[in-house]
């Protein structure tokens, strides 16, 4: 039997509302990766920051740990690089920091846009730091993970892993203390709060007297 032909603004508006469902399912996600180019950054730096630092004290170069970042494309070369170095120390970087975004992803889909407690982001921080922990170490072959460990040592992890999920609460901490509402000046005690000049009713004028 011949399917009836559906009205053509019947066919737009079912179009129209399976498109909205699309948008809809598609932009917790969008929202999520938007706060996360934040979010992401600050954990990717802060914790570059401490690796940095770190591989200053272990082998006397800075950009040691950054550089073993790059064996995701140089192998066990990049284990053995201590300088500056764009083919080593940008490509570790860059790889470190779309790393840093993608987890910032998940973390900020967990937490969501609206409002909530300062206890609950540093959990969801912690436990989306130790999933990556796991993941880097644990899950993916060697030369996938970060590489921190070949200039490092592993009690340094700690402090690297510690700072990256700090640098991921960090923006919405800040966001939260500048949008908190400015404390009320409250009157000293015994004394009763009166009005301002400028706050106090105009008095009503005496009305004239009435000449004869």
Known sequence: ????????????????????????????????????????????????????????????HVPAGTNATSQWLWGSKAHRRDRWS????????VIHHCSSLFWACGFERAKGARATTPGRVLALAAATTAVAYLVDYKVVPQRLSPGFDQRLRRSDLFCVYVGFGLGLALPWLLARRDARPPARLSAPAGR??????????PRESAAPAETR
């Open 1 to 60: 039997m011949p399917r009836p032909l559906q009205p053509l603004h019947q066919r737009r508006t079912d179009q129209a509302i399976g498109t909205g469902d699309e948008n809809g399912r598609s932009r917790p996600w969008r929202a999520a990766f938007i706060r996360a180019l934040c979010s992401g950054t600050s954990a990717s730096l802060c914790s570059t920051a401490l690796v940095s630092w770190l591989g200053r004290r272990r082998s006397g």
């Open 86 to 93: 764009l083919r080593y120390t940008l490509t570790g970087f």
């Open 192 to 201: 009763p709060h009166r009005p301002s000049a400028a706050c106090r009713p």
